[in-house]
């Protein structure tokens, strides 16, 4: 849908529906992009793209590569860090649930261009559990949530995330092999869940599932010691991470 048709049913801004739709194509081709490019995303003619990055530019929204493309700028980093605190937020009465109700620490995450980031816990209330800092990053392919996050991309997406990143060995378990790992993200799509079976970490288990028709790229997980994620509290708790996720979907759309 072009801006101008996208604004008049909205009854919105007409600049402003085309800045966010400058920025989201920005975002949909990895953050850099030339203005051609951006013209023909955006449906839009090249002068008006030029108008629309210049003035993103002087308010420090976009900046111009040394290629002369232009790529997402600094400022929508304090944006992004204060919506995550703030989805975090949101998601606490579902993930405090969980912990209720499974008696492991829960999670949400969500991916953060070639990275996991953690963005909300509740922790378990065992003297022994796991705990990550709110704001860490993590490769995706060692942990349950980036896993699951990985499988619902298209494959050619992965592969470049992969190229970029690498397969560091977190743990002897981690899987580093790109063709295992293509075979494990076919077995998560069947499955609808992922585990990292200290993968991650040794010692630590983890189950995960991703959250339906989110603003975002997120998955929620359970995490614990190995002696207590048995086989039979991850069956256990998929289902419930499921509607756990759903109902998060849920929220986010009446606050949308």
């Known amino acids: 849908m072009a801006a101008s048709e996208q604004a008049e049913r909205t009854g919105g801004v007409q ?8 920025l989201e194509a920005m975002a949909e081709s990895d953050g850099r992009i030339s203005l051609s490019a951006l013209a023909t995303a955006c449906d839009l003619p090249l002068p008006t793209i030029h108008r629309l990055v210049r003035t993103l530019t002087d308010l420090g929204y976009v900046r111009q590569e040394p290629s002369r493309q232009y790529a997402l700028g600094p400022k929508l980093i304090r944006l992004g860090e204060s919506a995550s605190r703030l989805l975090g937020t949101w998601a606490r009465p579902h993930l405090a649930e969980l912990v209720d109700t499974l008696g492991e620490t829960a999670n949400l995450a969500m991916l953060d261009g070639d990275r996991v980031v953690y963005v909300g816990q509740v922790p378990s209330r065992h003297s022994m559990r ?10 995706a392919h060692c942990t349950a949530v980036g896993k699951v996050l990985l499988a619902n991309l298209p494959a050619e997406q992965v592969q470049e995330i992969l190229r970029r990143t690498g397969m560091p060995a977190q743990t002897e378990h981690t899987i580093t092999d790109p063709e295992r790992f293509a075979e494990e993200l076919d077995r998560i799509r069947e499955r609808g869940y992922a585990t990292d079976d200290g993968e991650q970490e040794v010692g630590v288990r983890c189950v995960a599932v991703a959250v339906p028709g989110g603003p975002a790229q997120m998955a929620i997980s359970i995490s614990g010691p190995v002696t207590r994620m048995t086989d039979e509290l991850v069956a256990r708790a998929v289902p ?4 756990a996720a759903a109902a998060l979907a849920a929220d986010l759309t009446q606050r949308s």
């Open 15 to 22: 600049s402003v529906t085309r800045a966010f739709q400058v």
């Open 130 to 139: 796991m705990f990550t800092e709110v704001g860490r990053k993590v490769y």
């Open 240 to 243: 419930l991470l499921q509607k």
